[in-house]
């Protein structure tokens, strides 16, 4: 089967999900937390390279202080254990999104996972945390403005390589499949740029509920797409 090399998820409904069992939001947070870890070791066994996962968005800062911080919370907490896990089945991993409202007990949880699993060649993570892609595009033309100002370089000779190699995503290529949880048929500000060719998957599941049997179904509807990426197929053709 044509496994996509890399898959990016949008994990929602933890809250409507937890709702739905009477339980508080937070609760639902927290078994999101642990699909992810089994999300990776599926995601391994099937043979996907790149993983990458929206865990806090630029816009997720409105909603209530508590949920805030719990959210916070479970995020130093995952990015903590994830160290040993990484190691252990040889996972690197990376986080993009804006560093600066983080705290620094997030920030140097973040450090130590980099640093610690860069050199691992196994299935490659990537956590969006304080992540959106408006922002992340606002970044890039501020760089490139910044280099256009200094002489660097002229606003002529802008390509689309030189914005990509400016974003948070420099090092990792486009998804190639994008799954979004519990309904919404919606982007949410992830990966505009990067998945200006992807292929979309919505499904009703929520995402704490998200497991190995929903991922080979999204992986094969993946399978039965037909990429063209503006050309034509071979047998299309006068
Ligand atoms: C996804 O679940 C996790 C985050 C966005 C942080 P939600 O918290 O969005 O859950 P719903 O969509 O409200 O059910
Ligand atoms: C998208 O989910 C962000 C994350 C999964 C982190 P949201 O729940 O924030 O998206 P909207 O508000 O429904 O668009
Ligand atoms: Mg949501």
Redesign the pocket.
């Known amino acids: 089967m044509n496994v996509p090399q890399h898959v990016a998820i949008?994990?929602?409904g933890n809250g409507r999900w937890a709702k739905e069992q009477g339980k508080p939001r937070t609760y639902g947070h927290k078994q999101g937390a642990l699909a992810v870890h089994r999300i990776l070791e599926d995601a391994d066994a099937l043979g996907i390279k790149y993983l990458t996962v929206?865990?806090?968005?630029t816009?997720?800062w409105k909603r209530p202080k508590a949920e805030v911080s719990a959210l916070m919370q479970i995020l130093k907490k995952e990015l903590e254990d994830n160290v040993a896990r990484s190691m252990k089945n040889n996972i690197r991993c990376r986080v993009i999104g804006d560093r600066g409202p983080l705290s620094k007990g997030i920030l140097s949880a973040i450090d130590r996972l980099e640093g610690e699993t860069k050199n691992n060649t196994g299935l490659q993570f990537t956590l969006?945390i304080n992540y959106g892609s408006r922002d992340e595009i606002t970044r890039a033309t501020r760089l490139l403005a910044a280099d256009a100002a200094s002489g660097r370089i002229s606003a002529e000779e802008i390509t689309e390589e030189m914005i990509a190699s400016r974003l948070d995503t420099k090092d990792i290529p486009d998804p190639d499949l994008l799954i979004r949880t519990m309904g919404?048929q919606?982007i949410?500000n992830?990966l505009l740029w990067q998945c200006a060719y992807t292929e979309l998957y919505f499904t009703d599941t929520a995402w704490p509920a998200f497991d190995r049997a929903a991922l080979e179904k999204a992986i094969a509807a993946y399978a039965g797409r037909d990429r063209r990426f503006g050309g034509l197929k071979e047998k299309e053709e006068d």
């Open positions: 949008i994990l929602d929206y865990a806090f968005s816009e997720n969006a919404d919606r949410s992830y």
